[in-house]
């Protein structure tokens, strides 16, 4: 036989160097659940090792991971039903816990990357990325809001901007409204093929962002998240952030959308972002801790398909955990 692969397979050294994809906490942004008050720590029991978390728990964790060489995070607030109503407002109110911990954190830690979340979800009555009349989500109605979030956020001193929403347009609205109000740093992290999955349920859980029920509320999000069973329609979603401004494009979920990551990477020039959602991390670590697979070994992995399919950024919930392993620290689960 002339052609051996496994001549290149025979020592880690030699492994070392044939190495295809190299993964690094670089590529990592490492999700937060912030929640307004004090000595708030509280764990999320459908994502263990991950907590809801008030401002000053919130500075001990970024600290800590900025230690580990981690400094990208994306920032996710849990906000209580009285503040919330038809049009989200609190979502730009001057008082929302959630823009006075974002200029707190860049001013304890300016050399990080803070990511937002903009959609009407966290502060939508009606548990919805837009607003809700008549039994429908409303698109160009819920664009205003966004707008104002936007700007609010990047008022803040957030880095990225995150439009979760899927509402059509929304990307060249922010951009606009960014750029008017003299943000024209300010990026965008479009949320570009977002599908109606069944993995959030955690991420909902840590928020109690999931639709309410009513006779008049869409029971789920499929008028504007997308169809699981596409792979074309991603394409469309992609041109269309990519000339309304975006700077990154993003896959979510992703460990279940590998084909979609790889189909964005192969087609686009912009940076593209996965989103290891909750409920794949959740079966991993419960897959972990009834000792069905080893931690050490599964996690690592898992991220590493996600970077070889594509994705230059992977915002996952592993990402600190990821980060002790690379400086040989221990790790909990």
């Known amino acids: 036989m002339l052609r051996r692969p496994r001549r290149n397979r025979q020592s880690q050294a030699i492994r070392n160097l044939t190495t295809e994809t190299h993964l690094s906490v670089d590529h990592l942004i490492y999700p937060l659940f912030m929640i307004d008050g004090k000595g708030i720590k509280d764990e999320v029991a459908s994502l263990p090792g991950n907590f809801r978390m008030s401002i000053e728990n919130i500075l001990k964790e970024i600290e800590e991971c900025m230690l580990l060489g981690l400094k990208s995070f994306i920032l996710f607030p849990a906000i209580e039903d009285q503040h919330k109503d038809k049009i989200g407002s609190y979502g730009y109110h001057p008082d929302n816990f959630y823009l006075k911990a974002a200029r707190t954190i860049k ?22 990325d837009g607003i809700v009349r008549d039994g429908k989500v409303e698109n160009d109605e819920t664009l205003i809001q966004l707008c104002k979030m936007a700007i609010a956020q990047a008022e803040a001193g957030f880095d990225i901007l995150g439009p979760s929403d899927m509402m059509d347009g929304r990307i060249q609205a922010i951009r606009d409204a960014l750029d008017q109000r003299g943000f024209k740093n300010t990026g965008i992290m479009a949320y570009t093929a977002k599908y109606a999955s069944a993995f959030y349920g955690p991420f909902r859980d840590a928020l109690d962002s999931a ?16 169809n699981p069973a596409n792979k074309q329609e991603a394409l469309i979603e992609a041109e269309l952030d990519t000339a309304e401004g975006a700077d990154f494009l993003m896959v979510k979920p992703a460990l279940n959308y590998l084909d979609i990551i790889h189909l964005l990477k192969n087609n686009f020039e912009l940076p ?4 290891h959602v909750s409920g794949e991390c959740a079966m991993l670590i419960a897959a972990c801790q009834n000792g069905w697979l080893k931690y050490e070994e599964a996690m690592p992995e898992t991220l590493l398909s996600i970077h070889r399919a594509g994705a230059s950024v992977i915002l996952t919930y592993f990402a600190k955990d990821f980060a002790k392993m690379q400086l040989n620290l221990p790790i909990t689960n």
């Open 107 to 128: 001013d304890k830690f300016p050399e990080c990357c803070i990511i937002s979340d903009v959609a009407l979800d966290p502060y939508n009555i009606d548990g919805h």
């Open 211 to 226: 639709p309410v029920e009513g006779s008049d509320i869409p029971k789920d999000k499929k008028t504007y998240q997308m």
């Open 272 to 275: 593209i972002a996965a989103y």
